[in-house]
């Protein structure tokens, strides 16, 4: 290779680079929030995702460094009992929106690495189904916060 190609083979890797955007390119996250329990109980994480892309944006887990586990769960009522089940992930749809809020999607944080106390903010890593990731902030709010 001849010094002269090295500018032309980096600016050939670096377009390469910038053509495939990630599905967590295209999704905003906002109004996101956890309600803390009391005695180490898991809290419920809240927030509404914003697909701005063309191509749907499949959620298909999240982490935090506060949290020893997050999970994405569904809850629902049906004949009266309420329930809950862990879904594997969560299809944002091409320029739409998914609320995850009380009484339906959110996540579950189990295993608190430190006690959290409403007013913090928690770093929470959701992570999208082709690898790439959004870190959102999430307001820690009181057991009784609707």
Known sequence: MTLRSLPLLLAGLLGAGAVHAGQADHVHAS?????????????G?????????????VLDGASSVAYG????????????????RMVDRLTVPA?????????????????????????????VTLHFAD??????????RPANAL
């Not at 109004?31 to 809290?43: D, E, K």
């Not at 690898?131 to 820690?140: E, I, K, N, P, R």
Request: charged share 15%; aromatic share 4%.
């Open 31 to 43: 109004a996101a929030w956890i309600r803390v329990m009391p005695a180490g109980l898991p809290a």
């Open 69 to 84: 586990s997050v999970m994405l769960h569904e809850s629902s009522t049906d004949t009266g009992m309420g329930r809950m």
């Open 131 to 140: 690898g790439s990731a959004l870190a959102a902030d999430f307001l820690a």
């Open 45 to 57: 994480g809240y927030v509404t995702l914003r697909n701005e892309g063309d191509q749907p944006a």
């Open 95 to 123: 320029h739409g929106q998914v609320a995850l809020a009380p009484g339906g999607y959110h996540l579950m944080l189990t295993g608190a690495t430190r006690a959290v106390q409403p007013g913090q903010k928690v770093r």
